[in-house]
């Protein structure tokens, strides 16, 4: 936690138009419960966005700390900096990015299925994407029309909901455990960044905040009151389901889980050359 003797009054990034709350953007979905978990030690004013939102609001200066889609963190590298190891991975199924099919994975690329896409994360789209071409060689076909689609990627709340009625969308493939397949590596969604304005009293602070979350969760109170509050939303079929999902998660990473975010970015970086 902060150290007793720093003037608090220097946590907020002042920002014209804003009041003199430290903005904090999480995403609007269970992945980032444990981040939930612990009220932070300075003025802050918490908000849930899409993925695809949340980074833009840290670009114009509406949050001083933001979980970042990993696909974007090159773009904001100019105003924001990863802090610390923080944010959303998994090794292995994830649960909460899964693409839908009502044809078998395998027809629905090599014969140019149309999938319908998320619009909530550009990680997720270009996770699809690159696993399509390391797997089948071609890029699949994606489709604005739901009605026209005969696969569906769906992400967060989203997917835990679709997974427990999918009704119709026979075949399930969860993007992390294609990708823990294809490599042996974990996979990270997303990072908690800093605007690299802020100050170094800040950035310690804050840093403190994320460490007291994820031992939070770690421990045997943050684990059940995370699962009550997913269960209480309908995410989950039952107790184990929801205990299985949050054990899955990792919200500080590992040398594994650095390896894994790297192959992906350069791997991004090589099909966005081609």
Known sequence: MPDADLDLADLAVTTAGRSNKTGIVLVNNVSVEPFRLV??????ALQSEPPSRAWTLAMRGEADLAVIPVAKLQEVSPVLEPIGDYGVACRGPVRSVLLFGIEPLDDLVNRGRPIHLTTQSETSRRLLRLLCLREF????????????ASGRLCIGDEALHRRQDALGWPVIVDLSEWWHRQTGLPFVFARWTVRRAASAVFKRAALDWLDACV???????????????????GLFADAT???GYFRGLRSRFDDQD??????FLHLLGRLHEA
């Not at 009220?39 to 802050?44: E, I, M």
């Not at 060689?137 to 026209?148: H, K, T, Y």
């Open 39 to 44: 009220k932070p030690d300075f003025a802050a």
């Open 137 to 148: 060689g071609r890029e699949p076909v994606f489709a604005a029309d739901l009605g026209a």
């Open 215 to 233: 031992e939070a969760a770690t421990a045997s109170a943050g684990h059940q009151a995370m699962v009550r509050s997913a269960l209480a939303a």
């Open 241 to 243: 389901d929801a205990a």
């Open 258 to 263: 650095r390896r894994g975010e790297r192959l």
